[in-house]
């Protein structure tokens, strides 16, 4: 509380520095080199008498001009005439400088020597910022000046509506009495700049409204000065600068609602669009009801800064920066100093405003001092310009503070990234130790894997090796083994007919001779099965299974129904089909050698994606054996093609076990 206590009596200092003595001091009359050995410039004050109505008045009509007659003009619409006698005039490039009349001529003993406007040829100007320079001679004195004027029923307050002298010295006064204004309408357009050089860099919506504020406050300032027309055209700009003011209102408003985070609330959010609107219907006005815009525009913007302040007030004592549940610690602080800054302009301006208005509401008051009180005059001519300066001056502070604080906040972000970068460091060097140590034991796995896989690659040899043996073992005894089995009974049979006939038959021993022979071809087969025979393609399975139980059936003495029905095109594969005809073979071997069938019954076919195979013989039932070597081969490579096998004994007509029933199902996909 003591730090706001002395800031504010510094504020309070500052404040009666800039209104009484830094620009007040520019102001004072002084001796200058402008006004060395001639006359200086005069107001013609005096001796002025005025007339009402579209003809001159008649010599017994003219009333004396003072304090009671000047208030007649206030109100007052329709045409006024003024007249006087020139006094002697000791310049040698004499001029007559006429201010605060819109349509206008000037007479000298009758005879026109200057003209404004007089046929109402434009309304778009605002007759009291222009200066209308009328040269005269030294022998011009003493001739009767009259001046015909349409009036608009302004107040005419001040002394320098008519003023004689040369132009460099009316130039040098505007000067001195302006100085402010330029100097705060340059600074105020150079923070324009600034600020919308910050708002198009990074897009802050507080740095717009600043820029939109100042750029339109600063040319404001500028464009109001009468010392401008001696270097550009005026003749309209002082009007449609008056445009400038409620563009400046509504830039303020969105300062402070930006400011305070309060851009979104109903009331202020109403209270902004009216002034956006008030603004547009200022500029319609200008452009199609000039009389009725320049008669009210005081009051419209004087009402339109009276809102605007009311809502910045009202958004000051309802929105807190520093809030405790906005921000705490150094935010928080922060945030105070940026309201108290809100706080001082907006407060500073409103009593300088409402001062400035309270004085323009009396003209006559101001008169007197201008005539009496030249320094307090010029206090209370500088309020306004002062307060609008020391308010850019709190805005300022606002954005110096924001800027500050993301200075701040970046710098905290910058240690927090060197901190973290020291880290990363760290933590590269500690994954640069872990990826060495990664690398290694990669290493050391990648040579067992290695070892791992020459290991696995001589098992899969040697698994290779043993899978080769066992095909071709079961090879050789599924086909050696039927032809032998066959040789067999044949040689029963040979053996049972020489017990009975004494003799051995010959065409049995030729038979013999043929399954030996064969027996022989298919070792050799085995053998050589790893070689593919190219020249000769292999048969059908359904041929092959044919051919099959013809030699069984011719060879064995065993009878055979077959029941093959498979599609012209099945989608089995080589291996099925080997693993189907040998399953054919060692079922038929097995019926005949350990079964002693007589008949059996063989059927394949396919039904929803699944073949089915069949065989059943009569003879010895299978009971529990248990399977051979063949049969347990068999088994592996069904199940190898994801089939089932079911081996069990077949029954007869009543129900009595008999023979053999071997099932297989294999599916198709």
């Known amino acids: 509380m003591i730090r706001e206590r002395i800031s504010l009596l510094l504020w309070c200092l500052v404040c009666l520095i800039v209104f009484c003595t830094f620009l007040p001091a520019v102001m004072l009359e002084r001796n200058s080199r402008v006004g060395e050995h001639r006359e200086p410039y005069a107001a013609l004050v005096g001796q002025w008498e005025i007339g009402f109505g579209p003809e001159r008045p008649e010599d017994t009509v003219w009333k004396p001009f003072n304090a009671d007659t000047r208030l007649l003009l206030k109100g007052y619409k329709g045409t006024v005439w003024l007249q006087r006698t020139l006094p002697e005039l000791n310049w040698r490039n004499p001029y007559l400088f006429l201010a605060r009349f819109t349509h206008f001529e000037v007479m000298l003993n009758q005879d026109s020597i200057y003209r404004f406007h007089k046929d109402n040829a434009s309304d778009h100007i605002n007759g009291t910022k222009l200066i209308h320079p009328v040269q005269i001679n030294p022998q011009d004195a003493g001739k009767q000046l009259l001046i015909r004027t349409e009036w608009e029923g302004d107040a005419l307050f001040g002394n320098d509506w008519v003023l004689a002298g040369e132009p460099d010295q009316i130039l040098y006064a505007l000067i001195r009495s302006e100085l402010t204004f330029v100097i705060y309408g340059t600074l105020s357009v150079a923070a324009g700049f600034v600020g919308l050089a910050m708002f198009i860099r990074r897009k802050v919506t507080l740095y717009g409204w600043f820029a939109l504020f100042n750029l339109s406050m600063g040319l404001s300032f500028l464009f109001s000065c009468r010392l401008m027309q001696w270097f550009i055209d005026m003749e309209h700009g002082y009007y449609w600068n008056e445009l400038l003011t409620p563009l400046a209102i509504w830039g303020c408003i969105g300062f402070y609602t930006s400011a305070l985070n309060a851009g979104r609330r109903p009331l202020i959010l109403i209270v902004h669009a009216m002034m956006g609107v008030y603004g547009l219907a200022s500029v319609a006005a200008a452009i199609t009801l000039p009389r009725l815009y320049m008669e009210y525009r005081i009051y419209g913007n004087a009402t339109a800064a009276v809102a605007g302040f009311i809502i910045v007030a009202y958004a000051l004592t309802h929105y807190k920066l520093w809030a405790p549940q906005a921000a705490t610690g150094d935010r928080a602080a922060v945030g105070r100093q940026e309201q108290l800054w809100l706080m001082r302009g907006n407060s500073t301006f409103t009593l300088c405003a409402t001062s400035s208005l309270v004085l323009y509401t009396m003209p006559g008051l101001l008169t007197e001092w201008l005539s009496s009180q030249t320094y307090w005059y010029r206090i209370s001519e500088g309020l306004l310009p002062n307060a609008l300066f020391l308010f850019i001056i709190c805005m ?239 088994m592996e490579r069904v199940e190898l093609l994801g089939g089932e096998v079911y081996i069990r004994s077949s029954a007869d007509a009543d129900g009595t076990p008999m023979g053999c029933e071997l099932s297989i199902r294999l599916p198709l996909h």
């Open 396 to 634: 300022s502070m606002v954005i110096v503070s924001r800027v500050r604080r993301v200075h701040q906040e970046a710098e905290r972000s910058a240690a927090e990234l060197l901190v973290k970068n020291k880290e990363l460091e760290q933590f590269h060097r500690n994954l640069e130790q872990l990826v060495h140590t990664r690398t290694g034991e990669l290493e050391q796995a990648n040579r067992n894997l290695a070892l791992t896989l020459r290991e696995k690659a001589e098992t899969l040899a040697e698994k290779s090796v043993l899978e080769e043996r066992n095909r071709i073992a079961y090879e050789m005894h599924d086909v050696v083994g039927h032809t032998l089995t066959a040789a067999i009974v044949q040689i029963e049979a040979t053996k049972t007919l020489a017990e009975r006939n004494g003799g051995l038959p010959m065409e049995k021993m030729d038979l013999l001779s043929e399954l030996v022979r064969k027996g022989l071809n298919d070792i050799r087969q085995a053998v050589r099965i790893m070689k593919a025979d190219d020249d000769h393609p292999p048969m059908s399975l359904e041929s092959s299974l044919r051919e099959l139980i013809q030699y069984t059936e011719d060879t064995m003495d065993i009878q055979i129904e077959t029941d093959i029905s498979l599609p012209p095109a099945p989608a089995l594969g080589a291996l099925t089909e080997r693993v189907l005809y040998h399953a054919l073979q060692e079922g038929l071997t097995n019926g005949i050698r350990h079964g002693k069938c007589a008949c059996v019954r063989f059927s394949i076919r396919t039904a929803a994606d699944t073949l089915h195979f069949q065989l059943i013989s009569d003879g010895e039932p299978f009971g529990s054996a248990v399977p051979g070597f063949g049969l347990s081969a068999m």
